[in-house]
Structures are given as structure tokens and as C-alpha cells.
């Protein structure tokens, strides 16, 4: 059996969830993409697919099978260009993980020059405050701001986002402008944890050398930097994020930045990839990339 042309014909089937139509769109008798199929499967030791008179789906296995596939095929169609130069040459699937805000701010609007540069390139983006696993789930390389976890990837430090504080100006025309941290026992302040449950430490500012923590009134924790921007916005409160974050807000004048002598610390950006022999080509594109765009960004 030709273990790659098997593959090829497994995601055909997979894709068209017909033995016939993908029997037809290779031109190839049915029955030899059913005998292929079953040929893999008994090598594989699992079944890849459900079966019905009206319609094949994949199974569990069949669904991790099938991810896998595509990535090794699309890799052996890299390799047959590794000596091109020509960016159509660089094709596959890129499954990336960052912080919503990294997205929407940094990434998302330079997006369209990077994937007309490179049209072969087929991307998953994914955006939110969860921790993925990046080698169970299969993501490539992430984007993490804050301090790290041991966690046995590989971390490339992208340098260090510089964090403000900030509230709107209905929030300040109601309870005052902060002139130094012993006001803020008299104001609210929106908390941002990861896992609710677990009340952070309060308003933080850092000397240069410590980070401090002062107590303050607020009674409202978010764990989504999305609704942690829109409660200061909704004057619920003082946030304390990184500028880039609320770079618009600011300049509509929807947010204003306050205690500028007391900011917290500089929060770090990491790339954090698995730790690989040889990533593929549009890996190291999209990160040498991604490491570019954050250099603008970054202190």
C-alpha cells in the first residue's frame, strides 16, 4: 500500500464524506478507494470513519488522524520547494494562539499583506485569555504576555509591554481624579484574574526593582481582557493594562490615562513554540514575521 497516496485519498473522503464523489473527483473506481481506506485503517489499528448508506463522518480517531495527515502532506509539498524562492511556494496549515487584544490590535490589521505574500498558507487564529496546551492541541507557536511558567517549550522573548492606568472620564468626573495611591482607597478598581475565585492582590506599581501592591475599594473581577477594557469603559472602574491595548480608547478620549508615576511593571511578550528539530518554512516566516511587527510595539 502507498501509505501517502492512502492519506491523500482518506482526506478526499473525509472532505467530500463520500467514497463515491471522492472516488469520482480522482477517477478512480469506488472500490478501490474503499479497499485503500480499509487497507489504512487495518494498519493504523483504528477505525478513521463512520460508515452509513447515506453518508461517511469521521471518527474521533479519525478527526486526529485527519488533522496530522494534512499537515505531514502539506509539509512533504513544502519540501518538494524547499529550493524555490518563490513565496507561492510556501504552503500548509499554521495553527497560531494569542491574546485577543495582540490580535485585534497588533496582528489582524497587518494580516492581509502577510497572507497575499504568502497565499499558500492556510491559518488558525486562535484568540483568548485560556491557556492552551500547545503541543496537545497542536498549535505551532503562541504568543504569551506575561511572566512564564516552566513549561519544557522553547520561549523567544519579544520584549516588554509598557502597562498604564487608565479609567474613563465619566468614571473621573464622578469620583475624582487620583492624585496619589492613598487616594485610591476611595476608588473602585476593576480586577482582572484568570481564574475567578481568586482575588488579586489590588492595585499594583512597580519602583524599578519591586513590584507593590495597594488595597483599594472595587467589587468587580473580569477574567477576559475584552470585558476587563470594556468595564473601564463602562466606568466601572481603574484598569491597569498595556497601552497598545487601549491605544484607540485613548485617543478618542474614552479613556484617560491616570497616576502616571505609579505604573505596574512592563509586562513581557514571549513567543513559545514546541521544542522541534526542524520547524517547516512557514513557521519560521510567520515568526521571524510576528517578531518584526512586535518590535514596534515592545520596549
Given at each position: 500500500m502507498d501509505k501517502i497516496?492512502?492519506?491523500?485519498?482518506?482526506?478526499?473522503?473525509?472532505?467530500?464524506e463520500s467514497f463515491s464523489r471522492?472516488?469520482?473527483?480522482?477517477?478512480?473506481?469506488?472500490?478501490?478507494?474503499?479497499?485503500?481506506?480499509?487497507?489504512?485503517?487495518?494498519?493504523l489499528g483504528a477505525q478513521l470513519l463512520h460508515r452509513t448508506t447515506r453518508r461517511v463522518s469521521l471518527t474521533q480517531d479519525g478527526m486526529v488522524y485527519y488533522e496530522r495527515a494534512k499537515d505531514l502532506l502539506a509539509n512533504l509539498d513544502e519540501l518538494d520547494g524547499l529550493f524555490l524562492h518563490d513565496p507561492a511556494s510556501v504552503s500548509g496549515r499554521l495553527r497560531v494562539d494569542m491574546p485577543a487584544g495582540v490580535a485585534r490590535n497588533l496582528v489582524i490589521p497587518?494580516?492581509?499583506?502577510?497572507?497575499?505574500?504568502?497565499?499558500?498558507?492556510?491559518?488558525e487564529l486562535s484568540s483568548s485569555d485560556r491557556l492552551v496546551d500547545v503541543v496537545r492541541?497542536?498549535?505551532?507557536?503562541?504568543?504569551r504576555v506575561g511572566t512564564l511558567k516552566d513549561s519544557g517549550l522553547i520561549a523567544r522573548p519579544l520584549?516588554?509591554?509598557?502597562?498604564?492606568?487608565?479609567?474613563?472620564?465619566d468614571y473621573l468626573t464622578r469620583f475624582g481624579y487620583p492624585d496619589g495611591l492613598d487616594d485610591l482607597a476611595s476608588h473602585a478598581v476593576v480586577h482582572y484574574s484568570t481564574h475567578l475565585g481568586t482575588?488579586?492582590?489590588g492595585f499594583e506599581y512597580y519602583d524599578g526593582e519591586t513590584s507593590h501592591w495597594v488595597k483599594t475599594g472595587g467589587i468587580l473581577t473580569v477574567n477576559s481582557t475584552e470585558t476587563y477594557h470594556a468595564s473601564a469603559l463602562a466606568g466601572l472602574g481603574i484598569?491597569?493594562?498595556?497601552?497598545?491595548?487601549?491605544?484607540?480608547?485613548?485617543?478618542?478620549?474614552?479613556?484617560?490615562?491616570?497616576?502616571?508615576?505609579?505604573?505596574?511593571?512592563?509586562?513581557?511578550?514571549?513567543?513559545?513554540?514546541?521544542?522541534?528539530?526542524?520547524l517547516s518554512r512557514r513557521v519560521h516566516l510567520f515568526m521571524a514575521w510576528l517578531t518584526e511587527i512586535m518590535k514596534t510595539y515592545v520596549d
Open positions: 497516496h492512502a492519506m491523500q485519498l482518506f482526506i478526499r473522503v473525509a472532505e467530500l471522492a472516488a469520482d473527483s480522482m477517477g478512480l473506481p469506488k472500490g478501490s478507494v474503499s479497499r485503500q481506506i480499509q487497507a489504512l485503517e487495518n494498519g497587518r494580516l492581509p499583506l502577510f497572507l497575499q505574500q504568502y497565499p499558500g498558507i492556510e491559518l492541541e497542536g498549535f505551532d507557536c503562541v504568543v520584549g516588554k509591554l509598557s502597562v498604564i492606568n487608565c479609567a474613563s472620564p482575588r488579586p492582590q484598569i491597569q493594562v498595556p497601552r497598545v491595548g487601549v491605544r484607540d480608547s485613548l485617543r478618542a478620549k474614552k479613556l484617560q490615562e491616570i497616576l502616571p508615576q505609579y505604573r505596574a511593571r512592563p509586562m513581557p511578550v514571549s513567543l513559545i513554540y514546541p521544542h522541534r528539530r526542524n
